[in-house]
């Protein structure tokens, strides 16, 4: 009885550690080694090579080793009996809302575009907002949003909120659903995108979105790359209807280097970093995951498969 690590980032043995110093009763196999397969009961992936779970027979539930799990549902071949669980980690939510605040107060004091004329040797004073004018608008309301939610009013910034669920009680207004969007989207001066990558969500960061927000308001993607439709963005950008865009997450990963994003003044690149699982932090539902499976208990932090997330 076993678990098998695959990544696709060199992160294995990080991992692998990680849990054998808190269960070292736990035998645990990274995807370079002599693995018997049949052992295996768990698998936990991040951007695990589609198709690679149909090796490990006995494979009794699949742990994601992110908050995200779309390259889990991206892969056709898993079986569909097998639970799904993705991670829920106080770090990944306060990471977040460190990184949103660090963008959108950047921004806002104009942090990159003075980084950017200093490789021009440029010396032009620019505008900027203080944080109690600004109205951020959140979409995607679960424990990441709400966390960034809660540090960007901290500072002084009013939030709006968008969901197509229900959400806990919250202290700012939240609308809901398409017909609610409009509404949301009008308000947002600097829209951060915080939603899970589904069928529905792929796309939704589109022209209409940018035509909806403020004139001259600001973009964060630090969800997912295929949320956010490229030329779209770049049109709104180049037509002044965007100030600039933050954007962590891209369709391909590393961002390939004759995208047009990289040489784009209003854009603003980083490799997605803006929460990253913490091995040490996270191993603990893993190992109480993989004993529940193995008592049969059903795991925690299950993702839905009707609603892929
Ligand atoms: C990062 O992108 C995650 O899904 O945790």
Redesign the pocket.
């Known amino acids: 009885m076993a678990i098998v690590i695959l990544r696709n980032d060199g992160l294995v043995d990080v991992w692998k550690a990680a849990l054998n110093a808190q269960a070292p009763d736990i035998p645990v196999y990274g995807s370079g080694e002599d693995i018997p397969r049949s052992d295996i009961k768990m698998a936990a992936v991040w951007k695990h090579p589609p198709g690679s779970l149909k090796s490990y027979p006995n494979l009794q539930g699949i742990q994601?080793?992110?908050?995200?799990?779309d390259f889990i549902f991206d892969d056709a071949e898993i079986r569909k009996d097998l639970p799904i669980m993705?991670?829920v980690d106080p770090y990944?939510a306060s990471d977040m809302a460190e990184f949103v605040l660090a963008l959108t107060t950047g921004m806002l004091k104009r942090i990159q575009d003075y980084k950017y004329n200093e490789s021009l040797s440029l010396w032009k004073p620019k505008t900027y907002q203080r944080f109690k004018e600004v109205t951020v608008g959140i979409m995607g309301l679960g424990k990441l949003g709400l966390a960034v939610a809660e540090s960007l009013k901290s500072v002084g910034f009013s939030v709006v909120g968008w969901t197509r669920n229900s959400v806990p009680e919250v202290n700012f207004p939240v609308f809901r659903g398409g017909g609610e969007r409009i509404n949301f989207l009008n308000r947002s001066q600097v829209l951060v995108c915080l939603l899970p990558l589904t069928p529905e969500t792929r796309g939704i960061l589109n022209r209409d979105v940018f035509n909806a927000l403020p004139s001259g308001a600001r973009l964060i993607n630090v969800?997912?790359g295929p949320l956010l439709v490229d030329g779209e963005l770049l049109n709104a950008l180049d037509q002044g209807m965007l100030a600039e865009a933050c954007l962590d997450?891209f369709h391909a990963e590393p961002l390939p280097a004759d995208h047009p994003f990289w040489k784009h003044p209003a854009v603003h690149i980083t490799p997605?970093i803006?929460?990253?699982?913490d091995p040490k932090s996270v191993a603990p539902q893993i190992i109480s995951n993989y004993r529940r499976l193995l008592r049969g208990e059903s795991p925690e932090n299950l993702v839905s498969r009707n609603a892929g997330y």
Do not use: M
């Not at 803006?274 to 699982?277: E, F, L, R, T």
């Open positions: 994601g080793l992110g908050a995200g799990v993705r991670v990944l969800a997912r997450v997605h803006a929460s990253v699982s």
